[in-house]
């Protein structure tokens, strides 16, 4: 199956202070392990719209129409992998909030979200770590080191 | 039986409809059923419906200053364009141009500097942790609510009827040109009002239940306790006010079963700015007080129409605040289609009416006294930060509303901005909610807030009632620190609330304000979709949603064994001048003898309402 995934950056002043950027990372999971998919990266185009509103109107409160509000830079990221459960973590610093961190995605084999972490009601980092690793049947171990290696914090 | 078989048609135009009179014994959970099976089918279709031309960027001009882009629908085929919003001649608005329909530009804020002052307090919603439908299409073409959306409700609209005892001129919402009649059964309303209760972290706590005319439903006590029973701490009726001219009983039934206050258009202040209930309105006003019921007061303003009467309407609302609660204004949202010049005569917005308002009392009421609506958002994250419970915030885009409160004190308007430094407040406010989300000793920061609230009231300025033994600290005291929120009663005692709220239409829509939308109508599917989906893209919701589950005029009246048309307002102008209460409401604000008979007949046809002797 084809594997969407976004990063970018936003900077707006109407309707109101935004500095946001968001890297995404995706892995295949199986068998009690990860594994990171290589993703090639392109432009973002018309048909993107819906899969980024999607993917960051649940988790930053952040849709397409608040890119336009100011600058932005963007990139669509895609892959291939077997049908498999996948786990997209998302590195975010939001400059005007002061903040920094890492939020979970779990996608089942469908392709349907089986659990999101929202930037305002997440709970502590290592409380997440363990919810997805069982979610995934992975060691929570081998999702804490992912999580070190991006440089994510709050570990 | 109705377990096993759902009754739906498609019509031919592959919109589902459902055999409503079938339904009359139905469950909540067999609603449950039906909205869960009709919900998807009746959601906005791409390409039949609307349209993407999001690659044609609207040009912008000499002397023109952007300001932001967003997106925005077109007013004649729905489709989603990217629009510019500009400074121009020190006012803003908003252009956009459709392939198929060419250039759109309109007037979106009247005042640049409010709107740059307005934009310094906005403050965004946290979005819902469940909704009720999935991400499927772009805003606006996937309300209900969608996982886009940042702003938890405030309010619910729920529609009862869509029967109406007047037929104004300018509505096409109303049962007889309609063609159906919507009127949910009492267990379909409890199912449509447990779905806005499911949001979380913030259920929705405030209800208005709206129509056409809801009471002209003989069961609108039993909504009213219905909305009680499932969570509703706040319940308001939307009502033109008339049925409750005659009927005091009514009023003390609904106040009864507990509804808080009620929701009132009140147009004007003479017979031909407000030919809707001018003459109605004094003795309604007289039963809500003997019910004890509150009201506030819903003036649509249109340019050319009453712009220059709404400083009368607030006067009114001063001169009789023993009941009337507050003034909720609406600069007028131009629905259908209308030529550029013709909107160009009724095109108002928030600082028009504002600056208007400055003009008619002469400064008392200045622009500086009103907020934007999302200003106070700031106080509820201070006490949720406080408490650690969710707590309702106003969060709608800064340019949909904006308010303030205003007291009379021997013929002086006092408002609040005379007495507490709001912007100072609201400021300090904010900073301490984030020391304590940054984890700050609760105690010390209780401590800054003890020690610190003085400075931002002058006791001195404050009306009598608040200055008195600087009762207004002591108020505020208790709701930041003890949070003792039963005081705030000491702080509308007397007070008039002004309110304004600009309802978009598809001239000046734009996308950014529907997703921070907080006033939503629950749907007969289940659905909740913001105010400016429903009624401004009504064809693809209220309409849609509505005929589905409704039932022909022959068949409601088949039922009911009445005539639509038998409902039909007919009013007794002689009369009703003729009782004490018309000129006891009315004097000092116009020159009531100076209108001949002749003219309030005149304009109460006009509008489409018949007078009988």
């Not at chain 2, 510019?84 to 803003?92: A, C, E, L, M």
């Not at chain 2, 129409?305 to 609302?317: A, H, M, Q, S, T």
């Amino acid at each position: 199956m084809t594997i969407k995934a976004f990063s970018f950056t936003v900077r707006t002043n109407d309707p109101r202070p935004l500095d946001l950027s968001v890297s995404t990372h995706v892995y295949k999971t199986g068998g009690g392990v990860m594994e990171r998919i290589a993703l090639v990266g392109r432009e973002m185009g018309e048909e993107d719209i819906l899969d980024f509103d999607a993917e960051f109107g649940d988790t930053f409160n952040v849709s397409y129409n608040d890119l336009i509000h100011g600058e932005y830079s963007i990139t669509v990221m895609e892959g291939e992998a077997s049908a498999a459960p996948l786990l997209k973590i998302y590195l975010y610093d939001d400059r005007v909030r002061g903040d920094s961190g890492v939020l979970f995605r779990v996608v089942g084999e469908g392709g349907e979200t089986i659990y999101v972490d929202n930037v305002y009601f997440s709970s502590p980092l290592r409380t997440r770590i363990a919810r997805v690793a069982r979610l995934l049947g992975v060691p929570q171990r081998l999702v804490e080191e992912e999580v070190k290696r991006l440089g994510g914090r709050g570990m | 039986m109705l377990r096993e078989k759902l009754f739906i048609e498609v019509e031919s135009g592959e919109e589902p409809r459902v055999d409503y009179s079938k339904y009359l014994d139905a469950t909540v959970e067999d609603f449950e059923r039906l909205a869960a099976e009709l919900r998807p089918r009746l959601m906005p279709r791409l390409g039949k419906d609307y349209k993407l031309y999001l690659s044609h960027m609207p040009p912008l001009r000499d002397g023109e200053k952007p300001i932001t882009y967003t997106l925005s629908a077109c007013p004649e085929c729905n489709s989603l364009l990217k629009a510019v919003i500009f400074k121009r001649d020190g006012k803003v608005w908003i252009r956009k141009v459709c392939p198929e329909h060419g250039e759109i530009e309109e007037l979106y804020f009247g005042d640049y500097e409010m709107y740059e002052r307005f934009r310094s307090h906005q403050h965004d919603g946290r979005g819902n942790l469940n909704t009720h439908v999935p991400l499927m299409a772009p805003c606006p073409y996937n309300c209900g609510l969608c996982p886009r959306h940042k702003s938890h409700p405030a309010l619910i609209n729920l529609v009862v009827t869509n029967r109406c005892d007047l037929s104004c001129f300018y509505c096409f919402f109303f049962a007889s040109r309609a063609g159906y009649i919507y009127e949910p059964t009492l267990e379909h309303i409890r199912y449509m009002l447990r779905q806005p209760r499911k949001l979380r972290p913030q259920p929705a706590i405030a209800l208005q239940i709206t129509g056409g005319e809801p009471t002209l439903r003989e069961d609108l006590v039993d909504i009213v306790r219905i909305a009680k029973e499932e969570g509703y701490t706040h319940v308001q009726v939307n009502t033109t006010g008339i049925r409750l001219a005659f009927d005091p009983e009514l009023a003390v039934k609904l106040r009864k079963a507990g509804t808080n206050v009620l929701y009132m258009s009140f147009d004007g202040v003479t017979p031909y700015t407000n030919p809707k209930n001018h003459w109605e309105v004094p003795y309604t006003l007289d039963n809500l007080r003997k019910a004890g019921l509150g009201v506030v007061l819903v003036p649509t303003i249109i340019k050319n129409y009453n712009l220059n009467e709404v400083g009368k309407i607030v006067y009114f609302g001063l001169k009789h605040n023993d009941i009337v609660r507050g003034v909720n204004i609406q600069p007028v949202s131009i629905t259908g289609r209308m030529p550029r010049k013709e909107r160009e005569k009724e095109r108002v917005t928030i600082p028009d009416v504002i600056m208007e308002i400055e003009r008619e009392t002469e400064g008392q009421i200045s622009r500086y006294d009103w907020y934007p609506v999302p200003s106070v958002a700031p106080i509820s994250r201070f006490i949720e930060a406080v408490t650690g419970e969710p707590k309702v915030a106003f969060t709608t885009h800064f340019a949909c509303g904006a308010a303030t409160y205003v007291w009379q004190e021997n013929g002086e308007i006092i408002p609040v901005t005379r007495f507490i430094d709001v912007d100072g407040l609201l400021k300090f406010l904010d900073e301490k909610a984030d020391e304590l989300e940054r984890g700050r000793n609760r105690y010390i920061v209780f401590l800054d807030v003890l020690l610190k609230l003085r400075k931002f009231v002058d006791a001195s300025r404050a009306p009598k009632r608040l200055r008195e033994g600087k009762r207004i600290l002591r108020l505020l005291y208790k709701v930041f620190i003890k949070h003792d929120y039963s005081s705030l009663g000491d702080f509308h005692y007397n007070s008039l609330f002004l309110g304004m709220m600009h309802f978009q239409d598809l001239y000046n829509h734009d996308v950014a304000r529907v997703m921070r939308c907080d006033i939503h109508y629950v749907m007969p599917d289940g659905r909740e979709v913001p105010f400016c989906s429903f009624n401004v893209i009504p064809d693809l919701y209220r309409d849609r949603a509505q005929k589905a589950f409704s039932y022909t005029i022959k068949e409601w009246e088949r039922l009911t064994g009445r005539k639509l048309i038998d409902l039909k307002y007919k009013r007794n102008i002689r009369k009703l001048l003729a009782g004490e209460p018309y000129r006891r409401h009315y004097e000092g604000l116009f020159d009531i003898d100076s209108i001949p008979y002749e003219d309030h007949v005149l304009a109460s046809k006009r509008f489409g309402i018949p007078v009988i002797e």
